[in-house]
């Protein structure tokens, strides 16, 4: 089962941008898809974006047009690209796998941003 590693997020103003990262312990070339989630305070974690296995891109209506999803399989890394960022962006983010049988989680990386 691969693992995950966030890392990148931290304390940013609004208008600023973020990178996070997702580091896996394997090649991710094989699998389905990975995604991004985040947990704001008090409320439920939501998809924030995902990318296949072919590189096809879902987003969150909140964030089009600020964040960017990519991979780099020779890396063994998916990344989120946050620009002009909002308080409400504000949360702890996830990175999640899915294989054809399973879906892994990473253990977070928090995002603060200021207004």
């Known amino acids: 089962q691969v693992q995950l590693v966030e890392s990148g997020g931290g304390l940013v103003q609004a208008g600023g941008s973020l990178r996070l990262s997702c580091a896996a312990s394997?090649?991710?070339?094989?699998?389905?898809?990975m995604e991004w989630y985040r947990q704001a305070p008090g409320k439920q974690r939501e998809l924030v974006a995902a990318?296949?296995?072919?590189?096809?891109?879902y987003y969150a209506d909140s964030v089009k047009g600020r964040f960017t999803i990519s991979r780099d399989n020779a890396k063994n890394t998916m990344y989120l690209q946050m620009n002009s960022l909002k308080p409400e962006d504000t949360g702890v983010y996830y990175c999640?796998?899915?294989?054809?049988?399973?879906?892994?989680w990473g253990q977070g990386t928090r995002v603060n941003v200021s207004s």
């Open positions: 990318i296949t296995g072919a590189s096809f891109t």
């Open positions: 999640a796998a899915d294989s054809d049988e399973t879906r892994t």
């Open positions: 394997r090649n991710i070339f094989s699998l389905v898809s």
